[in-house]
């Protein structure tokens, strides 16, 4: 079988790790770019939904979503109808950087897929959406509880 998940892997830290670097003169720590953005993207999402998005523990978006709303990037509001339930929007100073997030995001996705053809590009997106989907449900049942049996 050939390794798809090492060049996957490999792709994905080097991104982060430039987008880290970039996003660091915002006084965005390790990861919350993206927290930011899917909240830019989807405002009024619940925490829990959030989590779900980006594929991490409800903990660990807890801490992000925390550190964002300390730092004026986010702020939390009751729902309308349970006030137990808080919705994530972004702030004023969150607005003002999402874009340019997305647009590294725009920039990074060009500079990967750059000497494909449209063929291929399309493909690859297929494929992956693909595997996406593959992961993803093993990582619902994961999450469930459930043993993977190898």
């Known amino acids: ?30 990861g919350q770019y993206l927290y930011l953005v899917r909240i830019y ?39 309308n109808v349970n006030k137990k339930i808080r919705r994530l929007f972004v702030s004023p100073k969150g607005k003002e950087i999402a874009p340019m997030i997305q647009k590294e995001n725009q920039y990074s996705n060009q500079v990967a897929v750059q000497g494909l053809s449209e063929l291929e590009n399309k493909q690859l997106a297929e494929l992956l959406k693909k595997v996406s989907y593959h ?16």
């Not at 992000?64 to 702020?75: P, S, T, V």
């Open 41 to 79: 993207e989807h405002p009024g999402i619940i925490q829990e939904r959030l989590a779900e998005m980006i594929k991490v523990d409800r903990t660990t978006a807890a801490r992000a979503i925390q550190k964002l709303e300390k730092n004026g990037f986010i702020r939390k509001q009751s729902d």
């Open 135 to 150: 992961v993803n449900a093993d990582w619902d049942k994961v999450k469930k509880g459930q043993q993977r049996i190898y």
């Open 1 to 30: 079988m050939v390794d798809i998940l090492r060049p996957i892997g490999v792709i994905a830290r080097a991104l982060d790790s430039i987008a880290n670097v970039e996003f660091k003169q915002f006084d965005l720590s390790k």
